[in-house]
Structure formats: C-alpha cells, structure tokens
C-alpha cells in the first residue's frame, strides 16, 4: 500500500484518497441523515400517541363513584392520519379495566410520575410503540389513580424508515459519484502545471540550458529554481572544460610550432641518413600532434559559437575556393590534385562563415589524409532551387563498412585507419557545424570507382 | 379450553330456542350453494348483503371462475362480527355493510393480508392496511310515502324535518321508522356518525322518541312498511337497497338530506382462519372491479366504487376507514351512546 502510494503518480494518489475521503464522508452522510430522520419520524409517532392520550385523560370524569371515559372520536382517528396501524388501548382505575383491551400491559412508571412514559414491546404478534400516562380522577371520595395506555404498530414507520433509507443511500451514492468526479478534475488540474513544466524541459534541444523562465506554481517554484540552479551549474562547468580543452590546445599548439620549425631546420643540417629519417618522423609526429590540437580548438570554437549563431550571406563556391587555396600546399606534399567543380550561379546561403570555413577545412582535411599520394579530390558545389550541396569526393579508402552514424561521434574513428595518426574529431565538428544550421553530413561510397564521398547539404525549404 | 366452553354454551343455548343452525352459534338468516360447472374448489362467504341482492355478483363471478363451488350465508352485521371474533367461524371472505366492525377485525389481528393488481388500483381512501378492501359507496337517505306528506313541503334538512314532525304530531305518530342501533350494526354506524356530523341527531332522536318511533333491524323491513303505508318515512335507509326497492312503486320517494348525506362503503375481509384464501382473493378482485360491470351495478343496485374527488360544497360525508371508526366499538363508548339513544327513542 505505502509502496503504491509512493511509486503511483500523484494525480492516481490524488484521486485515490479524495474518493476514500468521499466515501467517507457519504458513509457517515448515510448514517447521520437515516438517524436523525428515523429518530424523528419515531418521535412524530411518540407525539401523536401522547397527544392522543392527553385528549383521552381530558375525558376522564367520575360517575357514581365510577371512573367513566368518553373516548374522542379524534384520540383514535389522530392516530390513522399518518400510516395504517393497528391501535390498541386500555384505561385502566386503580388496577381496574374501566375499557379497552384486557391484555395490553400496563408500563411500570414510577410513583407520581404525571409525563409520558413510552416503551417499544411486542402485542398480539407485532411490534407496537406503547404510550402511557397517568392522571388522578377524584370520585368523590378519593383521586384514583388511571393509567391511559395506547399502543400502535410500527407498520408505517418500518415503511418511513425503509424509505428514509432508500432516499438516504441514493443521494449517499450520488454525492460520492459526483465527489470522485470532482476530485478527478481537481487532480487533473493541480498537476497540469507539473505536466507542463515536464513538457516544456523535455521539448527543449540537447543543448538547450537556458533557465525555465515559464511562471509555475508557488509549490513548483524551488524545483524550477533547484533545476535553473543545476542548469547553471552545468552550463558553467561545461563552458569551463571547453575553455580548459581550448587553453590547452592552443598553449600545446605553439610551442609545438616553434619544435617544428627547429626540427627541420636541423633537418637540412643533418648529414647521416638514419638521423634525418628520425627527424622526419619526429616533425610527422609534431604535425599530428599540431592537427589534433588545431581540432580540439575548432571543436571548442564550434561549441561556443553554436549558441549564439551569426547568420551571415556565404557562397559556398567561393568558402570552398578559399578552403581549396589554403589546403593546397598540404595536398602537393602528397601530389594530390584537388578538382573544384562550381556551379555557375552563386549558392547561398545564411550561416556563421566561421563556423561552415571550420567544417569545410576538416572535410577537405580529411580527404587529403585519407587519400594516397598522386590521387584527385574533387570539392562540387551544386545549387539547386530546393537544396545547396557541398560534396568531397575522394580516391583513399573509403570508410568501409563503418557505422556511417557512429562516425560522427567525438573521438569515434574508422576501423580501417590504424596506420594513421588522428583524432576523431574532424567529422564530430562538421557535423555539429551542420546540426547548428539545420542541414545535414551525409556520406557515401563514391560513386565513381574506390574512396568515399562526403556531403554537406543545405536545405532551402528550411 | 374457555372459548370451546363459551361456544358450547351458546350453541346449547340456541340449541334449545330453535335458533341458529347447527355448525354455529351464531345467527345465519339465509344460506345458498352455487355449484360451480366444474368445480374443484369452494369458497364460503359470510355476508349481510341479502341473497336477493348479490346473487347476480355470485352468478357472474361463478361464469367466470367455474372450478369454485360458493356457499353464501347471509346474517346481520353484529351476527357476522360475533361469527369471526368470537366463534372463529370457518369462512373464507367476509363481506359487511358495517365497516366498523370489520375495521376492528382487521385491527385487532382476525383479518389476512391481500393485495393484487386490482386492489392496489383502489384509491387509498377504499382499503386499510391492505385487509380491509371497500367495493361500493352507499348512501344513508330517507325515503317517505308522498301520501303522508300531502299537503306538507316535503323536508329537504334534519332541521327541517324536525320541525316538520314536531308541527304534526297527530299525523306521524307511530309513523316514523329508523333502525335499532342495538341490534342493528349498520344502524349504530349511522347512528354514530350523525351524532358526529350534527348537533340536531340527538334532537331528531328525541322527536322520533316523542313520535313512538318503530325500530327495525333492516333497511328492507323499513322500506316495505313505507310501502305499505304503516310509515310515513324511514329514517337512514340504504339508498342502495331503497333504490331497487321502490322501484315500479308509486308515492314512494327517497329523499337525500341535504344538510350531509352519510356515505358507507360495503367492505370485504379476509379472516384469518380462512381455508382457501386464493378464491377469496379472487372474488375480492371481481368486487372491487364492479366498476367493469356497469350491468352488475344495475341489477343489484349497489354503486362501485368511484375514484374521483367528491365536488366542492358536496353535501356527501364518506365513512373513513381507519382506527377512528374504533372509537364508539369502545365498550364504555357504546354503553354510553345506547343508553342515551334508548332513553331519546322510548319514552
């Protein structure tokens, strides 16, 4: 039970006691209105016995020494107006029938009690309610003592009570439908707003940490603070790891320069051929480590930049004719020629130029790491009326038969690509660089023979 | 043990007047068998309706229930009353004219419960406690000889009739007829009644005492002693039976009171030791459905029961079933009354 009650959502709980609360309260309804009102239909009965056997004692009087009673027709018709009940009496003088029934008992009441007395007891095989007084009727010589006894069936209260009973249980059951009805809605309502507050976190985007600003109840008020409060928190230490992850590459990345630079100065100087191969591989190695760092820092820039996004007017044409220049140096170390293929008309369209030149670079980047030496690469722009797209297409060895979803994750790599020195990083920032401006990386086996074909594509539509 | 010997004396008793028959002790005035066609069943019925008069009832409730054989024993009300509260008489209905007498059988425990489509279909004001079950209203009126009358406006009130007598003793002495409320069950319900509705009963009473009033038992004797001219008018007659009585006689006249008309309802019980209560339930059915038999009311004369609220300024006063009706049965009550009415009427 106490586990339900803590496991089941609050609006079943809710429900659940407000309806025992409601049977609760209909029960002890039921029970109250059936007594009272059977308590004061026995009363009306207790009441027109006694006043029947007040108008009988008022027509007591003493003949020849003779208590003498002349009954009113009233006293036994009174008793017929509410119910059908049969009707018994006796009058009896100092132990004496003067008239009536001889059987009917005569109720104890103590000396000189003058008010009603009224006893329940069983005559001629029913129930009867049984009233007595007693009055003093002088007969000249002394006051005798009369005892006026009326007795009636309870046929009619039986009736009154059933009924009673019946109207009791009705409105007792209709007041309990309707009060779970009641506290249906009221669950419903009070947690709308816990549904709301749920609906409007769950419908925010994976970086979404901004605070709840919506306006919530006052009992809601220290959760949504406790959540901001949280969001903050984790937005702070987010920031401060990618500040940390871009302070380091950054102070890794320029000593690693000043390394390189020497190491191929000595390079030229060396004569012994074992020592100039070590060299080679020692600025290999810096190379790499200098891309890596470069990536993690473009990883870092993507991340900041992603929330608060510039839109500014780029042709991708001329964004990859920059690219192609740069990289151009790197591509001839390993004889690759890189083939730009543009569309005539210029494709538009609205992004951060930072953001999409990263992507770009890390693409091309890629390609020519990826490729062997004296293959082509070839960078298309194409514009269409609904769709801007970017292709790299090249020689290398493709991704094989990677998981193409898998690739994009951070430091996630190929399986094919364990004699090359990288990060994993490359495809993680293009990719969020696509997400952040609602297009999509999609790759591909290229078409044209071995390598792979990677694609940026803008949709227009959105 | 003590009933056994009371009965045994009273049969003993009657035994040696000549009275009675020979099951009961009490008095039975008429007695008639009606074989059903096939019958496999009987029903017997105590009744103070005459035989002359319910025969058509029997014959038709008979067509259409042929398995039950009917014996129907006719007596007066207070005979009928005796029968079942004192002998235990063996009968399965109980049908009186004296609907006091047959409110205390049902309140003091001689009558079985019954009800049926039929008697629930009655207005409330026809049956008590399911036992007692009304069947016809029946009027008390007067009825006169228009020949005593000559010369004289007839009257249309109790006052006026007393004036009426008391101006013209020489013609209505020994001429005014009314019941003995002593013997007569009926009688003494009327009687009751009217001392209930009206101040002038006691005042009528005294001029019919002063007039050398003659008593009867029944409304027939009255009527036929009208008719004959020994009476110049008959005092809280059954209109019903004075109806069928008249009828084809001249200078007969029933004359409604118009200061109120007591208005009785012929009633039906069942006793508790009844032997075929089902029968009985079923003629029960048949009597409080006369109102589907407008032929039946015809030839007996006796008006069903209509469940329609009397007209305002009506001068109609129903008899209500009910414990009221107990209280001048109250043996004190009734000593009182009779000693009272005897010394009015015999003076």
Not at chain 2, 21 to 35: D, L, M, T, V
Not at chain 2, 201 to 220: H, I, K, P
Request: proline share 3%; net charge negative; hydrophobic share 45%.
């Amino acid at each position: 039970m106490i586990r339900f009650l803590v496991t089941s959502s609050i609006r079943r709980r809710l429900v659940f006691q407000l309806s025992i609360m409601a049977a609760l309260l209909s029960i002890v309804f039921f029970v109250a209105v059936r007594s009272v009102a059977e308590q004061a239909a026995a009363d009306t009965q207790d009441n027109i016995l006694a006043a029947s056997a007040t108008s009988i004692a008022d027509a007591l009087y003493s003949e020849r020494g003779q208590v003498r009673v002349e009954l009113p027709y009233s006293a036994l018709s009174m008793l017929g107006t509410i119910s059908e009940d049969r009707v018994f009496y006796r009058i009896v003088a100092d132990g004496e029938t003067v008239t009536g029934y001889d059987d009917l008992a005569v109720p104890k009441a103590d000396q000189g009690q003058r008010a009603a007395l009224f006893v329940t007891e069983q005559y001629r095989g029913e129930e009867v309610r049984v009233v007595s007084i007693a009055r003093a009727v002088s007969n000249g010589v002394r006051a005798a003592d009369v005892r006026i006894v009326i007795a009636q069936t309870r046929r009619g209260l039986a009736q009154i009570s059933s009924q009673i009973t019946t109207n009791a249980m009705a409105v007792a059951i209709g007041f309990f439908l309707m009060a779970t009805a009641l506290s249906l809605l009221a669950a419903q309502s009070a947690v709308a707003p816990v549904k709301k507050l749920a609906e409007s976190v769950t419908r925010r985007g994976p970086k979404d940490l901004r605070p709840v600003i919506s306006k919530t109840p006052g009992e809601l008020v220290p959760l949504v603070d406790a959540l901001n409060n949280f969001m903050m928190r984790l937005r702070a230490s987010l920031t401060r790891s990618e500040e940390f992850i871009a302070e380091a590459a950054h102070r890794v990345r320029t000593p690693l320069a000043t390394v390189r630079t020497q190491a191929e100065v000595v390079h030229r100087q060396m004569e012994k051929p074992e020592n100039r191969k070590a060299l080679r591989e020692m600025i290999r190695a810096v190379d790499e480590s200098s891309r890596s760092a470069g990536q993690l820092l473009d990883h870092a820039m993507v991340t900041f930049r992603t929330d608060q996004l510039e839109q500014d007017e780029i042709n991708l044409a001329t964004l990859a004719d920059e690219t192609c220049d740069r990289l151009q140096p790197t591509a001839e170390l390993k004889d690759i020629e890189i083939v730009r293929t543009f569309s005539k008309e210029p494709a538009t369209i609205f992004g951060d130029r930072i953001l999409m030149q990263n992507a770009v670079r890390n693409i091309l980047d890629n390609a020519i790491k990826y490729s062997p030496a004296e293959s082509v690469i070839t960078v298309r722009v194409e514009n269409s009326s609904d769709q801007a797209v970017l292709s790299v297409i090249d020689q290398g060895r493709g991704f094989g038969d990677a998981d193409l979803g898998k690739l994009t994750s951070r430091f996630s790599r190929g399986s094919n690509v364990d004699d090359i020195v990288g990060s994993g990083l490359g495809l993680t920032i293009a990719d969020e660089v696509m997400q952040a401006h609602g297009g999509q990386l999609h790759i591909e086996p290229n078409k044209e023979g071995v390598g792979a074909c990677v694609m940026l594509i803008f949709d227009r539509s959105l | 043990m003590r009933n056994a010997n009371i009965r045994s004396l009273f049969v003993g008793i009657l035994l040696l007047l000549g009275l009675g028959s020979i099951s009961y002790a009490f008095e039975i005035e008429e007695q008639k068998r009606y074989s059903g066609a096939n019958a496999q069943q009987s029903l017997s019925i105590l009744s103070t309706a005459d035989i002359a008069v319910f025969e058509p009832i029997i014959l038709a409730f008979q067509r259409a229930n042929p398995t039950i054989n009917i014996n129907y024993v006719t007596s007066g009300s207070t005979e009928v009353m005796k029968a079942i509260y004192k002998e235990q008489a063996q009968f399965d209905l109980v049908i009186s004219s004296a609907m006091d007498l047959q409110t205390k059988l049902a309140n003091d425990g001689f009558a079985l419960d019954y009800s049926s489509e039929a008697t629930n279909a009655l207005p409330d004001w026809a049956r008590w406690r399911n036992q007692v079950f009304g069947f016809t209203q029946e009027p008390a009126v007067m009825v006169i000889s228009e020949a005593s009358f000559e010369g004289l406006e007839v009257p249309r009130t109790r006052q006026e009739l007393i004036e009426t007598l008391r101006e013209n003793p020489e013609r209505f002495s020994g001429r005014v007829g009314t019941y003995d409320v002593r013997t007569s069950g009926l009688g003494y319900l009327f009687a009751t009644q009217d001392s209930r509705n009206t101040e002038s009963f006691w005042r009528l009473t005294e001029v019919m005492g002063r007039l050398d009033a003659q008593l009867y038992c029944c409304s027939g004797g009255m009527i036929s002693d009208v008719a004959s001219g020994k009476l110049a008018l008959a005092y809280n007659v059954l209109g019903s039976y004075a109806a069928s009585q008249i009828e084809g006689r001249d200078g007969l006249r029933i004359v409604p009171l118009d200061d109120f008309v007591g208005v009785m309802m012929r009633t039906a019980i069942i006793p508790v030791g009844a032997n075929n209560p089902d029968a009985a339930g079923r003629f029960i059915d048949f009597l409080v459905r006369l109102g589907q038999h407008p032929e039946l009311s015809e030839s007996t004369g006796l008006p069903s029961i209509v469940d329609q609220p009397l007209p305002a300024g009506t001068v109609m006063r129903p008899i209500r079933l009910g414990p009221g009706l107990l209280v001048f049965l109250d043996q004190l009550r009734r000593e009182t009354f009779v000693r009272s009415w005897a010394s009015s009427i015999e003076q």
